[in-house]
């Protein structure tokens, strides 16, 4: 039997909770990484709707009204964007293939008007994710997080309700199992 290598922490990467991970923010989440360095870690959780439109949170984007995301509990008064638009969208900056973080947020508006984006090409978010420096390194050696490879359909276009479990399960037998893992374990 094959090992799997087992992956470092870096931008384009997503971090995994572990199923016993029991933190109010954190739980069953999946956290792409935009940023990893000597500095800390900054990313985006992917799988955390909030219930409520665009047009609830900020002004200007008339009748383009996509759900938005929490995206960590850090500066949860700041909105984020990963999108599929690319290059097209200045001061974009590449996360990973076919993923990209923010850009000019006025042309985005513009793009927008204009019926060059679509909801399916953008996700919203309030907050980011941040570590320390060597912050996430202590928490991957106490197994609160496993870190994973994903495309950019995955990131921006799965149904957040099962991205977790979906993601177990695409990783292998080793966390198959864990994707049926109870949410609340004392209940069993």
């Excluded at 000019?104 to 570590?131: A, C």
């Amino acid at each position: 039997m094959m090992l799997k290598k087992v992956l470092a922490p870096a931008a384009g990467r997503i971090l995994v909770s572990e199923p016993s991970l029991d933190d109010f923010y954190f739980k069953r989440s999946i956290v792409l990484l935009a940023d990893h360095n000597e500095e800390g870690s900054f990313g985006i959780i992917l799988n955390k709707p909030m219930h409520v439109g665009l047009n609830e949170v900020v002004d200007g984007y008339r009748n383009f009204n996509p759900g938005v995301f929490f995206g960590g509990p850090v500066e949860t008064d700041t909105l984020f964007f990963l999108h599929t638009i690319g290059r097209a969208l200045p001061g974009a900056q590449k996360i990973a293939n076919g993923l990209f973080l923010g850009g000019d947020v006025d042309m985005l508006k513009e793009m927008i008007i204009l019926n060059q984006v679509n909801t399916s090409e953008i996700r919203f978010f309030l907050g980011y994710s941040g570590w320390s420096p060597s912050q996430l390194e202590m928490e991957l050696e106490k197994k609160s997080w496993v870190v994973a490879e994903s495309t950019a359909a995955e990131m921006i276009h799965s149904n957040p309700d099962n991205l977790w479990s979906t993601i177990m399960r695409n990783m292998g037998s080793k966390y198959a199992i864990w994707s049926n893992y109870p949410n609340d374990p004392g209940l069993n």
